[in-house]
Every structure is written in C-alpha cells, then in structure tokens.
Nanobody, 124 residues
Framework: QLQLVESGGGAVQPGGSLRLSCVAS????????PAWFRQAPGKEREGVSC????????NYTDHVKGRFTISKDNAKNTIYLQMNSLKPEDTGVYYC?????????????????WGQGTQVTVSS
C-alpha cells in the first residue's frame, strides 16, 4: 500500500524548532524526489523545500532559506524537515509529497503522491 504519513507538527513559540518526519510506505525513495509543501489558512499550498532522489540537490523557497533543512533516509524510507527559528508566518499544514524521478521540484501540480498533512502553529 502506497502511503505517506507525516508527523512532528505541533505548537511552538517564535524562535523555536520542530522536526517533521514523513514515512513513505510502499515506496523506494531511491527513485523519488520528495518535497515539503505547506498551506496557511486562506492561502494556496506552496512549495517549501525539495530534495533530489540522490540527495545531492536541495532547494528552498526564499521564505525559509537558512532556517529549514530537508533530508531523507532511504534505508528508513523517511523524509525530514528540520525547522529552526520558526516565525508566525510559518504556521500552516505541512504536507510531504513524492515526485517520480530524480529532479527536485516545487511545482505542486507535478506531484502525484501526498500525505495527509501535519499542523504547525507558531505563536506566542
């Protein structure tokens, strides 16, 4: 069964950190380029970060560069998003997604496989 399950979301104060995880059951991550997206209330889903299938290439939206780090562990079939120095504008539901192939992408329409999302709330 093909399934993406995110975890690690929660409520945190500004400046805090969270680590999101996404377990990709039924997939071989060697053949997929994962990405993280987020959706704030009333806004469209936006790409946050992606990583190539080899792990050698990463990309980040300007809003999170220098604060977030994407990684993946193919042996554990898990994708991670380390989020530091969190800001209130980082609040939203975070989704992991998989793109078949090697290329890192933040184009939402290219992704076929999506998780159910995990809520991140940054507030004082």
């Amino acid at each position: 069964q093909l399934q993406l399950v995110e975890s690690g979301g929660g409520a945190v104060q500004p400046g805090g950190s969270l680590r999101l995880s996404c377990v990709a059951s039924g997939f071989e991550l060697d053949y997929y380029a994962p990405a993280w997206f987020r959706q704030a209330p009333g806004k469209e889903r936006e790409g946050v970060s992606c990583i190539s299938s080899s792990g050698g290439t990463t990309n980040y939206t300007d809003h999170v560069k220098g604060r977030f780090t994407i990684s993946k562990d193919n042996a554990k079939n898990t994708i991670y998003l380390q989020m530091n120095s969190l800001k209130p504008e980082d609040t939203g539901v975070y989704y992991c997604a998989l793109l078949w192939g090697s290329r890192c992408s933040l184009r939402r329409y290219e992704f076929e496989y999506w998780g159910q999302g995990t809520q991140v709330t940054v507030s004082s």
